[in-house]
């Protein structure tokens, strides 16, 4: 009687054991998922530093190194409260600064609060190279504490009205990740700032869209490849758990329907894009139709088949070449085509997730259980856009109304990076090896030289040039001349 008492106070406590390690596995898988998805903002600021010329690349840095920070306090302060607190089917009030949260929700905070930082991301490349620096903390607070949590709570708190669906029916918003919750939430946003900021100068003579490239292709390139890594943790850790059966099978399959749609996806947009009338194989195309499958197979990545997925990438990558034509077509400057990628990709990821569900997809039942399901999902994805669209055009044009949303003229046309922050990512007097003369400044120590055709090096000024700019990004040019183009002051002798 003793040994049997023995063996289920031991069998009780082995039981305990599995339960406590169980949830450290799915706190660490959370912890570990949300550090991967916090790298891409590493992803986002180097596709928006290459993407944007070389006179604002500090500016568009530091943006992106301030949506985490506001976004950090304004998540703490009101948005995980909003989003997952308990509340009405509209939102939450529960939870603000942390009060009385459970301490087994800490990873979940984790992990929602580097989706939330993502979705403001998106809206400062759509409006790179022309806000006004505080207008920035104004909007990213907004969106990360108020508009995204609001829509959270809607789709993935239990309670929200697109989780319990229209009365008498048994309908629930399908969106796994985020391609409406996030993505569309972002691209919504970004495409009302970059329509009442206006476009960039230049971008849009007699009606046309004039070309303005970014300043370095590597790194807008370093930065996709970054971002597709991170989709994978997005996607994969939004099952949430890695300890309870079949996970690890739903982590897998969103892995490789993210891959598999994010690259047809890419074949997709190069191919397009050689087809029209550019007539080349575009690398910025490629990347960001490639991230635009990935976008928009987050809805369904773990309820598709790998065909389904495949599917998703192919229409992806007419979907992103469609919007972003679409924007252009509306005079819509968007530097980074983050409004075609989010908001595109992002709608198209409601609606297929309905498509190829297995099983219950329309393809698959094709009953009109199946079409309402495609029907819930829409008015969802409408109404995320819609609730995004009304606030943003409120916030952005208050900012605009005050004189607050856009830089000046001049500070646009010499760039932000010098006059709102005092430093260049790129100062002239850096560059140089310091040999071949005798001043202590010469040759990358504060003074700009040029080289003859006799390879003689000469000192054109002794006062650096704070905003030149050169045929490369070096001290001379291939054809042996440099001139600062930006420096009135800038004497040739």
């Not at 590597?218 to 939004?238: D, Q, R, V």
């Not at 609730?387 to 010499?414: N, P």
């Not at 090896?433 to 005798?438: K, N, V, Y």
Request: aromatic content about 12%; hydrophobic content about 45%.
């Amino acid at each position: 009687m003793n040994n049997s008492t023995g063996t289920h106070i031991d069998m009780e406590a082995l039981a305990s054991s599995v339960a406590v390690l169980q949830s450290n596995i799915d706190h660490f898988f959370l912890l570990v998922m949300g550090c991967l998805v916090f790298f891409m903002q590493c992803g986002f600021a180097f596709l928006e530093a290459g993407s944007v010329r070389s006179k604002n690349t500090t500016n568009i840095l530091i943006k992106n190194l301030l949506d985490v920070s506001i976004g950090a306090v304004a998540y703490y302060a009101v948005g995980y409260a909003f989003s997952f607190g308990p509340g009405n089917i509209f939102i939450g009030y529960k939870y603000f600064f942390m009060i009385d949260m459970p301490t087994s929700l800490y990873s979940h905070w984790f992990f929602q609060f580097v989706f939330a930082a993502t979705a403001t991301t998106i809206v400062s490349g759509a409006m790179a190279e022309r806000t006004e620096f505080a207008a920035y903390f104004v909007y990213s607070c907004i969106i990360t504490g108020f508009v995204y949590p609001v829509v959270t709570h809607w789709a993935w708190s239990g309670e929200g009205w697109l989780t319990e669906g229209p009365p008498n029916e048994t309908l629930q918003y399908w969106d796994f990740a985020g391609s409406g919750v996030v993505h569309v939430v972002g691209g919504a946003a970004g495409f009302v700032g970059a329509a009442i900021i206006g476009p960039r100068i230049g971008r849009f003579v007699n009606g046309k869209p004039v070309e303005i490239p970014g300043h370095t292709v590597p790194l807008s390139a370093l930065g996709g490849f970054i971002l597709m890594f991170g989709f994978f943790a997005f996607n994969g850790g939004s099952q949430a758990s890695i300890s309870q059966s079949g996970d690890g099978v739903v982590v897998a399959l969103a892995i490789i329907n993210t891959t598999l749609s994010g690259c047809i996806a890419a074949i997709v947009s190069l191919v397009l894009k050689r087809s029209l009338k550019v007539q080349s194989w575009s690398l910025l195309a490629t990347i960001n139709g490639a991230l635009t499958g990935m976008v928009a197979i987050c809805a369904g990545c773990n309820v598709m088949e790998p065909w389904g997925a495949a599917i998703t990438g192919l229409v992806s990558g007419f979907t992103y070449i469609g919007w972003s034509k679409l924007v252009l077509y509306l005079r819509v400057d968007d530097p980074l085509d983050a409004v075609a990628v989010h908001l595109g990709g992002g709608l198209w990821g409601v609606c297929s997730v309905t498509l190829f569900a297995k099983d219950v997809g329309v393809v698959y039942q094709f009953n009109e259980q199946s079409w309402k399901q495609f029907g819930w999902n829409a008015v969802g994805g409408f109404a995320i856009m819609s609730w995004t669209m009304v606030v943003a055009a409120i916030m952005f044009g208050l900012l605009h109304l005050f004189k607050c949303l856009r830089v000046s003229e001049e500070i646009e046309l010499k760039g932000l990076d010098v006059a709102k922050h005092k430093e260049p990512a790129y100062p002239s007097m850096a560059y140089g090896d310091g040999w071949g003369l005798d001043s202590p400044l010469a040759n990358g120590n504060g003074v700009v030289y040029v080289r003859d055709v006799d390879t003689e090096m000469k000192d054109v000024s002794k006062t650096p040039i704070g905003n030149s700019v050169t045929s490369n990004s070096n001290s001379f040019t291939a054809n042996e001349t440099t001139t600062g183009v930006d420096n009135p002051a800038y004497v040739p002798r």
